[in-house]
T-cell receptor, first 112, second 114 residues
């Protein structure tokens, strides 16, 4: 089955800096890659996603890039703010079944 | 996006008993799933809840332990049977909308087994 590796496990940045989280996946059939933000005690929230027919997608301060050849995708957060502090999960899914395989998560801390 | 609710939000149960968790979505979804998230860990898919038929379980999860029902498009239940302390976890349901497949999560049910 699919395996998703996520790095780093923890990331600490200063407010205003950029943060990058990287994921790799094992199954070349995966074609849907969402990112979730989970604050302590809350549900995972979908923040951005990308499909295999595009290489990059941007939504304000958040962007995701996908390299299908290398089987990796990344989350980029610019101009970080303290409210960006949370655990971020990447995930991958194959085809129309949308069964998500999650990475282990990255604890992002943005220091004021 | 779909609004998803779960009941109960938390429960403390005794070993050997069973708990049924309910999941309700506010709009028709094409697919519903159940996940488990142990404290400080990632999410693991338990099963896909299929409307009107048996759920599809992932490796390591079996119907006798985690029976699932989905009688209609907007409602599903997960039962955690014959519980042990190892079943202490957060159980989340999710739904995939009819748009582009985005998946949204319920708030979770925090289960503690003593």
């Amino acid at each position: 089955g699919e395996n998703v590796e996520q790095h780093p496990s923890t990331l600490s940045v200063q407010e205003g800096d950029s943060a990058v989280i990287k994921c790799t996946y094992s199954d070349s059939a995966s074609n849907y890659f969402p990112w979730y933000k989970q604050e302590l005690g809350k549900r995972p929230q979908l923040i951005i996603d990308i499909r295999s027919n595009v290489g990059e997608k941007k939504d304000q301060r958040i962007a995701v890039t996908l390299n299908k050849t290398a089987k990796h995708f990344s989350l980029h957060i610019t101009e970080t703010q303290p409210e960006d502090s949370a655990v971020y999960f990447c995930a991958a899914a194959i085809g129309s079944n949308y069964k998500l395989t999650f990475g282990k998560g990255t604890l992002l801390t943005v220091n004021p | 996006s779909a609004v998803i609710s779960q009941k109960p939000s938390r429960d403390i149960c005794q070993r050997g008993t069973s708990l049924t968790i309910q999941c309700q979505v506010d709009s028709q979804v094409t697919m519903m799933f159940w996940y488990r998230q142990q404290p400080g860990q990632s999410l693991t898919l338990i099963a896909t809840a299929n409307q009107g038929s048996e759920a599809t379980y992932e490796s390591g999860f079996v119907i006798d332990k985690f029976p699932i029902s989905r009688p209609n498009l907007t409602f599903s239940t997960l039962t955690v049977s014959n519980m042990s302390p190892e079943d202490s976890s957060i159980y989340l349901c999710s739904g995939t909308g009819t748009g582009h497949g985005e998946q949204y999560f319920g708030p979770g049910t925090r289960l503690t087994v003593t």
